[in-house]
Structures are given as structure tokens and as C-alpha cells.
């Protein structure tokens, strides 16, 4: 099947080379050629693992390709729709401007019988649009929602493994599902169930999703405001609760909570569209969510100025990751850069280390000192932050900074560093939500 990915972003150029590797002939277009370029040389304009060298054994087989020419998308059976839906910047809904402009740029290849898929992330009632603009144009092609679950660190396994297919289309649609169903054919062949569902169900699904899983991480950011409050732990409390099979430890880790390009765009523009439509406790709901998320950022930077005996003038901090989470290079809306610039704003020296995301923190945050290595970040510190928790930080141990530190102060965002062993290290431990 010959298939086209319009926007090749992280989600296109992952998807764009999952279809390749699982058979198909596919041509990633994307508007900005340069950014097009570079994946057909096979050089990915992101880190995940797994990819470049999934990226540069799919190109080596010729069916896949990458073009700034929209026209190369003629002739192929099914289009995807796969381009960044962000917040807008006056307010929080989706911006979809991204998206009219690739149907818009689509419309001229559509001949009649073509499927228009969309993965982006969109308000309900967005695919339905989508299709009334087709049809007005007089295209014949149709439209099929098909959202996309991909974790960052885990996009490979998540498109060629993923725990389940949604499909929406027009009721009767049957034509929609089939080439879907071929589409995927591998994947459906090794146990992924397929949920058939309307347009705006499928759009939903993606939204929903999100939200629980902020919700159940703002959950238990308010459990540890309750835990400081009260002298408890936690981390105890969350592995108690997570043992009861309806509610499952998963994003129960307390902490500074969650960042990035999806989870916190994706939860405004749903609470903005759920007050469009006049839901009004799903708005209320998802901006309560936001705000004790948000909190988590001014929290750390407490726990920071109180480990400093209140004063963070002329401090210097180490902060151990840039990145909103571990296997990515994404600082979008980074939990460990706002902190970091909240506490250069009050005074600090900062210093900022990652090792993947060195170069994006230094091109998002200029005004901040990002360095290559834990070392030369943590050198004659006040204070040392874990606030990424990548496996080599989970790792370290209290010897291995405790020679190049001024002061033996650790503070632990993530909660995965093991307070016993830290203290005994003669290190002053300090976690969210433990006492």
C-alpha cells in the first residue's frame, strides 16, 4: 500500500517509519524541508530511542522516503494526518492551524476514494470539520480518526506494539476499517485489539486518556501536600494504595510533577472545549488538575530555599536533568526548567546538566547555565536537584558527589533516590510528600 504522512515531526517521522518497516511503501512530507531533508538522510531532528537506527535500516529498503513537495502525496491510497496541535498563545485551547493547512495543502492530491486518517491530537468535533471541508471542495475522500498513544522513550515499541487500535469513522463506514485493518495487518496479526468507534469518540479517546493520567499524578502531588502536612510518606502511601488492582501503581510517583508537549497542552484544550460544549465540571475539573501540577514547580523551589536556610541568594544549585521526562530530549513545558529559572530569578547560580537535552535547554532557556556533566554541574554546590529522573542520576550515589560538593544537600524531585542511604552518607535528604 502506498501511504502518505503529512507532518513529520516526532509523531510523523515515528509513524511514517513504523508503516515502512511493517511493509508498506511511505513518503513523509513535511512543510519544512530542511527538517525533511535530514530524516531522508536519516537524521532525526529529536532523540528516542530505538529510532535512528530503525529510521536508517527502513530508508536502506527504499520504501521510505521524506519530501517538503506536497505533490508526493498523489497517488497514495491513505493519508495521515499527523501534525502538532499546540496550545494557542493567548489562551488554552488547540491551535489547529498546522492541521488546516496540511488538508488545505492535501485537498489538490485527492482524486476520489482516497482516506484521509487523522493521529493528531484535536478538540471533539475536529474530524467532522475535516470531512465537511472534503466534501465541500467535492473531494470524494473520506475521513477516519485514528489517534495515536505514543509514550516518549517508548515510540517504537508503542507503533509496532501498541496495547490497542482505536479507529473512528462515519457510522456504516466499513470501507474506512477495512483499509485500516490492512493498514495495520502485522500488528493486528500479533494481538493488538481494534476498537471501532464514531469521530468523535476516537477524538475523545486520545483527550480522556491524557487527562486520567494527570489527574492520577495530580492526585497524588495532593496526597503529598497532605503527607508533609501530616509527617507521612508518600512513597509508602503510594505503593499501599497502588496494591489494590482498581487503582494500580502507575503514575502514583510523587514528585514534581509532569511536563512536555502533550499532557499539559492536551488537558487546557480539552477543559476549553468541554466549556465551549457547556461542561463545566470537566473544565473545572481539568484546571484544578493543571493548577496543583503547576504547584509542584513552586513546592520544589521552597523545599530548595529551605534546604539553604531560606536564603537562595548566591547559592549554587545543581540541577540534574533538563528534560520533562528520562529517555527524551523534549523540554517543552520542562517541570526541571522552570525550576531552574524560578531559582536563578531569586538569586541562584544554576547550573543545569542532562545528557541528552543539553543542547534544546540551552536553546529554550539561554539565560541559564547548562553544563555537559554531573560533575561540572554539581562542583562546590549548595545544593544538588534530581528533577529528571534519567537512570544514570537514579543511580548515582552519595560517594560519588559528596567530594565535589560544598554542602551535602540533596533534594530529591522524583523521589527515587533512597533517603536511608543518603542520610547515612551524612547528607540532609528532602523529597516531596516524605518527612
Request: glycine residues 10%; contains cysteine.
Amino acid at each position: 500500500m502506498l501511504i502518505s504522512v503529512i507532518g513529520c515531526g516526532y509523531l510523523g517521522a515515528v509513524h511514517a517509519t513504523c508503516l515502512a518497516h511493517l511493509g508498506h511503501t511511505v513518503v513523509g512530507i513535511d512543510s519544512d524541508r530542511e527538517l525533511a531533508a535530514r530524516l531522508d538522510a536519516g537524521r532525526p531532528s529529536f532523540y528516542e530511542p530505538e529510532f535512528e537506527p530503525l529510521l536508517a535500516a527502513t530508508l536502506a529498503t527504499g520504501r521510505l522516503r521524506f519530501t517538503g513537495d506536497p505533490a508526493a502525496a498523489a497517488g497514495a491510497a491513505v493519508h495521515f494526518v499527523c501534525v502538532g496541535t499546540p496550545q494557542l498563545p493567548d489562551r488554552p485551547g488547540a491551535d489547529l492551524s498546522a492541521l488546516d493547512s496540511a488538508v488545505g495543502a492535501l485537498l489538490p492530491y485527492l482524486n476520489g476514494g482516497e482516506l484521509v486518517v487523522g493521529k493528531s491530537t484535536v478538540p471533539v468535533g475536529t474530524a467532522a470539520r475535516v470531512a465537511e471541508r472534503l466534501a465541500a471542495a467535492g473531494s470524494a475522500a473520506t475521513v477516519a480518526w485514528n489517534p495515536e498513544f505514543l509514550r516518549e522513550g517508548h515510540a517504537v515499541a508503542d507503533t509496532l506494539r501498541p496495547d490497542r487500535l482505536v479507529y473512528g469513522s462515519a457510522p456504516g463506514d466499513e470501507r474506512a476499517v477495512a483499509i485500516l485493518n490492512e493498514v495495520y495487518a502485522p500488528v493486528i496479526a500479533a494481538g493488538t485489539p481494534v476498537i471501532n468507534a464514531d469521530l468523535a469518540t476516537a477524538e475523545l479517546v486520545k483527550v480522556a486518556a491524557n487527562s486520567f493520567l494527570a489527574t492520577k499524578i495530580s492526585f497524588i502531588n495532593a496526597m503529598a501536600e497532605m503527607c508533609e502536612a501530616a509527617g507521612a510518606d508518600v512513597t509508602v502511601l503510594a505503593d499501599a494504595i497502588g496494591r489494590d488492582a482498581r487503582i494500580g501503581r502507575q503514575f502514583l510517583n510523587a514528585g514534581l510533577g509532569f511536563g512536555g508537549g502533550c499532557l499539559p497542552k492536551d488537558i487546557r484544550a480539552f477543559g476549553a472545549r468541554a466549556a465551549e460544549l457547556g461542561v463545566h465540571r470537566v473544565a473545572d475539573l481539568l484546571d484544578r488538575v493543571d493548577r496543583i501540577n503547576l504547584a509542584r514547580r513552586d513546592r520544589l523551589v521552597e523545599l530548595t530555599a529551605d534546604a539553604c536556610a531560606g536564603d537562595l541568594v548566591g547559592a549554587r544549585i545543581a540541577v540534574l536533568g533538563a528534560s520533562f521526562k528520562p529517555d527524551s530530549d523534549d523540554v517543552r513545558d520542562s517541570p526541571a526548567l522552570a525550576v531552574a529559572r524560578e531559582l536563578q530569578s531569586r538569586g541562584a547560580h544554576v547550573r543545569v546538566t542532562d545528557p541528552q537535552a543539553a543542547d534544546n535547554a540551552r536553546k529554550r532557556s539561554a539565560d541559564l547555565t547548562v553544563v555537559d556533566t554531573v560533575a561540572e554541574a554539581a562542583e562546590d554546590a549548595d545544593a544538588v536537584l534530581l528533577l529528571t529522573e534519567w537512570r544514570e542520576y537514579r543511580e548515582l550515589g552519595p560517594a560519588d558527589l559528596a567530594g565535589l560538593v560544598r554542602h551535602r544537600r540533596v533534594i530529591d524531585g522524583r523521589n527515587v533516590l533512597d533517603p536511608v542511604r543518603w542520610r547515612a552518607a551524612g547528607w540532609s535528604y528532602r523529597a516531596p510528600g516524605r518527612p
